[in-house]
């Protein structure tokens, strides 16, 4: 079931993806860090009404930011649609022992759905050029690669803009 995270939900949040960033650190994938993402970026996407998460048997096992809100660092991008009326998303994380099973896809659906539904013209989004797995997942849903974005205190490797028109 995937619903609107609240509050009770952060804690686990918090581990889920903590727990993400210990999975990519053994398969050598710094994509994030001890700064990112953390407390404060869960909690203003909860506070913008922009957090989802997904459970199964009552348990949390993921969660989605699908956000109005273009970060300063996607405004030099050359994206494929003008820029009004696009949906953002960030912080997509499923706890290891959950991956693979389609809860991601199930996310994301999730979120185009809303997109399309609420007349957005785009889904846009940014991957780390390290991650060869995430960006197969993103390019086999469709999305088209763009240009690199920096993250100077995530990594030294770009980030990979990606969309999906609707």
């Known amino acids: 079931?995937?619903?609107?995270?609240?509050?009770?939900?952060?804690?686990?949040?918090?581990?889920i993806t903590?727990?993400?960033?210990?999975?990519?650190?053994?398969?050598?994938?710094?994509?994030?860090?001890?700064h990112y993402p953390n407390k404060n970026a869960f909690l203003n996407d909860l506070e913008r009404d922009e957090l989802f998460v997904i459970e199964e048997n009552s348990e949390l096992i993921g969660?989605?930011?699908?956000?109005?809100?273009?970060?300063?660092?996607?405004?030099?991008?050359l994206w494929l649609?003008?820029?009004?009326?696009?949906?953002?998303?960030?912080?997509?994380?499923?706890?290891?022992?959950h991956q693979g099973m389609g809860h991601a896809q199930q996310l994301m659906t999730f979120a185009e759905?809303?997109?399309?539904?609420n007349g957005f013209k785009s889904v846009r989004l940014d991957t780390?050029?390290?991650n060869p797995?995430?960006?197969?997942?993103?390019?086999?849903?469709?999305?088209k690669p763009l240009e690199p974005i920096y993250f100077p205190n995530q990594?030294?490797?770009?980030?990979?803009?990606?969309?999906?028109?609707?």
């Open 18 to 34: 903590k727990s993400c960033l210990a999975f990519m650190v053994e398969q050598h994938i710094f994509q994030w860090n001890e």
């Open 63 to 77: 969660c989605i930011t699908i956000s109005t809100f273009m970060d300063d660092v996607y405004k030099p991008v």
């Open 113 to 117: 759905t809303y997109a399309a539904d």
């Open 1 to 15: 079931m995937i619903r609107k995270a609240t509050n009770l939900d952060i804690d686990a949040i918090l581990e």
């Open 128 to 130: 780390f050029s390290k």
């Open 81 to 97: 649609t003008p820029n009004n009326k696009n949906i953002y998303i960030h912080r997509l994380a499923i706890h290891p022992k």
């Open 155 to 166: 990594s030294e490797h770009p980030f990979y803009c990606y969309e999906l028109p609707l």
């Open 133 to 143: 797995r995430n960006m197969k997942f993103y390019e086999r849903r469709g999305y």
